[in-house]
Every structure is written in structure tokens, then in C-alpha cells.
């Protein structure tokens, strides 16, 4: 099945207090908009998150749904959630892949492309998608 179009934006943020920089530990949030630019519905029901910082890779995150809700995306619908990592490093980047099911049950995979996280920056608005 090919993958109904879904368009990701992404805005990421350095959390400077609550980060710690002598421990190695940089806090970054990120918010991420999902809008259904399909014909059909499809649910979000998993997530899939490769993280890295400068030091290499730092995680593999897989699970249900996103910030505890696995939300329904109507077409021309969309979904904002916000959450947070923590990296060894001022820079790192995330990527990985939305898991979707439509209304007949098959499952797809929506890529969720590489985004960088840079403390000098401070944050940033990328259009995924």
C-alpha cells in the first residue's frame, strides 16, 4: 500500500534550565504538527524514534501512540503534541517513522525525516514533508 500524504512540521527548542551542561546533559523540547493531507482518515496508533547526539547513538524509542493518545486524523485534520529528550551533547538530531492504520485496517508508516537539535540556536521551525 503507498502511504497517504501526510505533512510533518517540526519546532524544537534548547530548555537551558533544565539542562546542565558540566554533567553533559542538554534538554531540548520539540513540537510537532501531523495534518492528513489524504482522502481517507487514519489513526496514529505508534512511534518510532532514533536519537543521536554528538557522541553517537544515544536511543532507540518505540511505542504507543504519541504523549499517551493515539489520535485520529480525518483528511485536512491535524495533530499537535509536545514533548522533550535529553542529550549527552549541545547537538543532536532526531528521525524515525509514524505508524498509521486506516479505517479497513492496513497499517503504514508515515517517515518522519532527520531534524537537528542545537543548543546555539535555540530552536527552529523545519516543514517535514
Not at 489513526?43 to 554528538?54: M, N, P, S
Not at 508508516?109 to 532527520?114: F, S, W
Request: charged letters at 20%; proline letters at 6%; hydrophobic letters at 35%.
Amino acid at each position: 500500500m503507498q502511504s497517504p500524504a501526510f505533512d510533518i512540521h517540526v519546532q524544537t527548542a534548547y530548555l537551558a534550565d533544565q539542562s546542565a551542561p558540566e554533567r553533559e546533559v542538554f534538554a531540548f523540547s520539540y513540537t510537532i504538527t501531523i495534518v492528513n493531507r489524504s482522502d481517507a482518515p487514519a489513526q496514529l496508533i505508534a512511534r518510532h524514534w532514533k536519537i543521536e547526539d554528538e557522541q553517537g547513538p544515544q536511543d532507540e524509542v518505540r511505542g504507543l501512540g504519541v504523549v499517551g493518545q493515539q489520535p485520529l486524523l480525518r483528511p485536512g485534520e491535524r495533530f499537535e503534541y509536545s514533548s522533550g529528550c535529553r542529550l549527552r551533547s549541545d547537538t543532536g538530531s532526531m528521525e524515525g517513522s509514524y505508524r498509521f492504520v486506516t479505517e479497513v485496517g492496513e497499517a503504514f508508516d508515515v517517515p518522519i525525516p532527520r531534524f537537528v537539535m542545537h543548543a546555539a540556536q535555540g530552536g527552529g521551525h523545519r516543514v517535514l514533508h
